[in-house]
């Protein structure tokens, strides 16, 4: 095995602690906040981190990501990051503050100023973490970056948002969680990744970080007004209440998909950057790795399908039962993302950035009409999420259109990676059908079920992994299971030695 290969499994490896930790923990923390804050708090939530969000590109402006693809870094590129980063942070931090009265009125919302300003006070925080993060992805060395995500979540959230929550702080309990995160990250990221806090103003230390960071920073903020234009539309055009129970919906279909997206997207944009004159690795490398997550992600939408019901009543409450059909119809838009952005950053490492800005350009334009046209007829919040899923379908396979050129061919390996996990999709959505639908219908309690559905469709998971298609998923989980046995073999004979 390469070194590259070695230091990708390794990566990946933790990279499943991130997303497995939020997998676990995610339900909870969004059980217990659904029973601390009302739909208009989440509303009003949703908006103010929407808003922050736009100011975090200006922020980073993609330094990162270029510090992490040049082929050649040294120490004056780091002092060119880190300058621009802090500078950066405090420009953002200015223009939020004093553009947060005009966020007021465009969502008609008074509660969003110091809402907005309270978020804006974190980006110098965010910036300050950027260059020892990168170093730390630019040599593949994810162990403690994911620590630092675990830790930054369970402390962030599970302590400080859900505890400023219960105390009555409202939306603001949400900022405060944000910002320890950020200050959980910047600790250990530097920690780790130690760098010179120097700073210059040489001209050409600047000319490749903004270069390939500006163009880079505009797909990313062209992806993000994708990603939230549902929420600034709904905010604007139907209030904060139908806002919170629209987000509250989408956000237990996607927080543990987007953990998975954030982890994945920063392992393999590092490998696919290393070996990026290598068309043969990166072929090898995308067509694996879009099999093994097809499987995965088309499985886990039918698990979410079948499950929407117990989910929601469950995990958020019979407040948000409107919530049901949303989770239902946006469980169909789980695979696409994440499909999409395996692509998406093929062609961001391999400096494709043109073809990159077509597509997420486009898509915005279509996903702006299609939700116009959704509200101009009068379909409401549940033809969002279907005009989502049918924009996030085709985004995906123009990305994959994308990186069938960069790779050099592999349309019937990309088609036929897309079918296996239809399939398998298909194949568990049809057991999971069957028995919840027969312990529905025995009239089950709601929480007997749900945690009927964890288990079988975790159990489904698991069979696709050990005997499904992808290779890639055979060669990592099958040493694991093998090692699990013998530890449980291990235990039975010593209990079994004990007891003679």
Same mark, same amino acid.
């Given at each position: 095995?390469?070194? &590259? ?6 990566? /990946? ?32 939530? @949703? ?12 922020? =980073? ?22 300058? %621009? ?22 969502? #008609? ?14 980006? $110098? ?5 950027? $260059?020892?993060?990168?170093? &730390?992805?630019? @040599? ?8 630092? =995500? ?5 402390? +962030? ?16 309990? &949400?900022?405060? %969680? ?21 700073? *210059? ?9 903004? !270069? ?17 234009? =549902? ?13 919170? /129970? ?27 950057? $290393? ?21 995965? /992600?088309?499985? @886990? ?11 929601? /009543? ?25 499909? +999409? ?86 194949? !568990? ?11 529905? @219908?025995?009239?089950? #309690? ?5 945690? *009927? ?23 990592? *989980? ?12 291990? =235990? ?9």
């Amino acid at each position: 095995m390469s070194e &590259l290969r070695q230091k990708t499994v390794r990566a /990946l490896r933790w990279s499943y602690l991130s997303f497995l930790t939020n997998l676990l923990l995610a339900p909870i923390f969004a059980a217990t906040l659904a029973r601390l804050l009302d739909k208009e708090e989440f509303g009003l939530f @949703a908006i103010g981190l929407s808003l922050y969000s736009v100011g975090q590109y200006i922020a =980073d402006f993609g330094i990162g990501q270029a510090l992490v693809q040049k082929r050649e870094l040294n120490a004056e590129d780091v002092r060119a990051g880190f300058t %621009s980063s802090l500078g950066l942070g405090l420009l953002a931090t200015a223009i939020a503050w004093l553009c947060a009265p005009l966020a007021g009125q465009f969502f #008609h919302q008074p509660e969003v100023v110091p809402l907005f300003r309270s978020f804006a006070c974190l980006y $110098v925080l965010a910036a300050l973490s950027t $260059v020892s993060t990168s170093l &730390l992805r630019r @040599a593949l060395h994810f162990k403690p970056l994911m620590i630092a =995500d675990v830790g930054a979540y369970v402390i +962030g959230q599970g302590i400080f948002g859900l505890g400023a929550a219960a105390l009555g702080f409202g939306a603001y309990s &949400l900022v405060l %969680s944000v910002g320890v995160q950020y200050l959980i990250q910047l600790a250990v990221s530097y920690a780790y990744g130690r760098h010179s806090f120097g700073l *210059t103003f040489r001209r050409e230390s600047y000319r490749h970080l903004y !270069t390939f960071g500006g163009r880079a920073s505009l797909i990313s903020f062209l992806e993000f007004l994708s990603v939230n234009l =549902d929420t600034f539309m709904i905010g604007r055009l139907y209030g904060a209440a139908t806002l919170g /129970l629209y987000n509250r919906g989408y956000n237990t279909v996607s927080g543990p998909l987007n953990a998975m997206a954030r982890s994945l997207t920063r392992v393999l944009a590092s490998s696919f950057s $290393v070996a990026q004159h290598d068309q043969g690795r990166l072929r090898s490398a995308y067509l694996s790795g879009l099999l093994a997550m097809s499987t995965v /992600l088309f499985a @886990a939408a039918a698990i979410v399908l079948v499950s929407a019901r117990e989910i929601v /009543l469950v995990l958020l409450g019979a407040p948000f039962a409107g919530a049901i059909p949303i989770v239902a119809v946006l469980a169909l838009y789980i695979p696409f993302p994440v499909l +999409g952005n395996l692509s998406a950053v093929l062609a961001e490492a391999t400096a494709r950035l043109g073809a990159k800005l077509a597509v997420q350009g486009t898509y915005l334009l279509a996903l702006l009409a299609a939700f116009w046209s959704v509200y101009a007829l009068g379909w409401g919040v549940l033809a969002f999420a279907g005009a989502l899923v049918v924009a996030g379908a085709c985004r995906s396979a123009a990305y994959a259109g994308v990186a069938r050129r960069i790779i050099g061919g592999g349309g019937r390996e990309i088609v036929r990676a897309y079918l296996l996990g239809i399939a398998c999709g298909l194949g !568990t959505g049809a057991v999971m059908f069957v028995v919840v639908s027969a312990l529905r @219908a025995a009239g089950v #309690h709601t929480w007997a079920i749900f945690v *009927t559905e964890g288990l079988l469709g975790t159990a489904l998971l698991a069979l696709l992994a050990l005997f499904g298609p992808s290779e890639e998923l055979r060669r990592y *989980t099958r040493p694991l299971a093998e090692r699990a046995l013998r530890l449980l073999r291990g =235990d039975r004979l010593r209990h079994a030695s004990r007891r003679a």
